[in-house]
C-alpha cells in the first residue's frame, strides 16, 4: 500500500522547510546508489551506474526528525506512530535520460519508507506496489511513504533542484 498525503503540512512550514534546505550545506555523491548488494537492489537491465548529480545532508537524526517533527507527524492519522532510524535531506539535478536511478530497497530488513517533497519538480519516485510500477509526481507539501518497496527515480524529464526528505521508519504498534 502506498499512502500520499497532499498539504501535509502548510505552506508557511513548507516555507521554512525550503529555507532550511536551501542554507545547508549538501555532499555531492557521484552518482546515485552502489547496487552491488543483491539483496537490495532487483535485477533489472538498468542495474548499472547512471551519472546523477545528488547531493546528500546527513545531519544528526534527532536534529533532523525535530525539525521536521510536522511531516512526520502527518502520518500517524493514517498508520499510528512511528520511530524513525534514518533520515536524510536530498538534492537531484540529473539531464534527461531513457534510464531511471536503480530499484532499491533503503535497507534489506522490514522497514518503511518515506520521501516528502520539498519543492514542486520533475523526476516522478517510481514504487512498486504489487508487482505494478506506481508513479508519483514530486508536488510541493506531498509525502509518500510506503512499507519497503522496490523504489526509484523517473529520468526521463530533466531534473533541476528535486529537493525532498527521505526517511525510514517503523511502526511502533503495527
Given amino acids: 500500500m502506498i499512502y500520499i498525503l497532499d498539504d501535509a503540512t502548510s505552506l508557511e512550514q513548507n516555507k521554512e522547510f525550503e529555507e532550511y534546505f536551501d542554507k545547508q550545506e549538501l555532499t555531492n555523491l557521484p552518482a546515485t546508489v552502489p547496487h552491488t548488494d543483491p539483496e537490495m537492489y532487483q535485477s533489472t537491465p538498468y542495474q548499472k551506474e547512471i551519472e546523477c548529480e545528488t547531493k546528500i545532508l546527513d545531519d544528526d537524526l534527532l536534529h533532523t526528525c525535530e525539525f521536521f517533527a510536522p511531516v512526520i507527524r502527518a502520518m500517524i492519522p493514517q498508520i499510528g506512530d512511528v520511530g524513525v532510524h534514518a533520515a536524510r535531506l536530498n538534492l537531484v539535478n540529473n539531464s ?6 536503480p530499484f532499491h530497497r533503503d535497507f534489506p530488513n522490514d522497514h518503511w519508507a518515506a520521501v516528502y517533497y520539498i519543492n514542486d519538480a520533475e523526476g516522478d519516485t517510481v514504487i512498486f506496489d504489487e508487482s505494478e510500477a506506481k508513479y508519483i509526481e514530486p508536488k510541493r507539501d506531498r509525502l509518500v511513504f ?21 526517511y525510514c521508519f517503523e511502526l511502533k504498534n503495527p
Avoid: E
Fill in 96 to 101: 534527461k535520460s531513457s534510464n531511471h536511478t
Fill in 146 to 166: 510506503f512499507p519497503g518497496q522496490f523504489h526509484c527515480i523517473d529520468l526521463r524529464k530533466d531534473i533541476v533542484n528535486r529537493k525532498i526528505l527521505n
